[in-house]
């Protein structure tokens, strides 16, 4: 891989920026700072060219079908999160009406996930999307875990307070 400074400018504009390294203007590229159509240079390079076109920049971090990696697998454990925790609302019955609307979710998640594998080729104007989809989904996964450790907790805590209240109503 050619790690020789790459100069970028934002389509229609003169301004030139860098140099960067052919790792931090790819990261540009897959979170939206760098477009696309947003012109790239380095030395060998004839002309500016559209940042889409280089080949060495599209090819990783991102899979060769220009999804992040570890998408799917994201997708999977936040739309078994969301199944779990809206049948544990459920259960309940306050909870009820956001448990099913969780299961609706997490199995919209788990069928995007699903369709997603499907797809054999990504056009490069999409990369910063999936990164940020990625992003969405791993802070989703996070917040079901904080949220159901938070509920085995005060489950604890509740079933050992009512335990404790009746254990006093038997010592008298």
Request: with cysteine.
């Amino acid at each position: 891989m050619n790690t020789s400074s790459w100069y970028y400018a934002r389509a229609g504009s003169s301004e030139r920026a860098g140099p960067l390294s052919t790792g931090a203007l790819r990261d540009r590229l897959a979170d939206g700072r760098l477009a696309p159509d947003d012109l790239v240079w380095r030395e060998g390079f004839a002309e500016w060219v559209r940042a889409a076109t280089v080949s060495e920049l599209l090819s990783s971090p991102l899979q060769g079908d220009g999804r992040p990696p570890a998408l799917a697998g994201w997708m999977t454990l936040a739309g078994v999160l969301s199944l779990v925790t809206g049948i544990g609302g459920c259960l309940t019955l306050v909870g009820s009406a956001s448990g099913i609307l969780m299961i609706i979710a997490g199995t919209a998640l788990l069928g995007a996930r699903t369709a997603l594998s499907s797809v054999t080729s990504v056009d490069p104007a999409l990369c910063p999307f999936f990164s940020h989809l990625k992003r969405f989904v791993q802070m989703m996964a996070w917040a079901l875990i904080l949220g159901l450790l938070s509920a085995v907790f005060f489950a604890f805590f509740y079933f050992g307070l009512f335990a404790g209240i009746l254990a006093g109503f038997g010592d008298r």
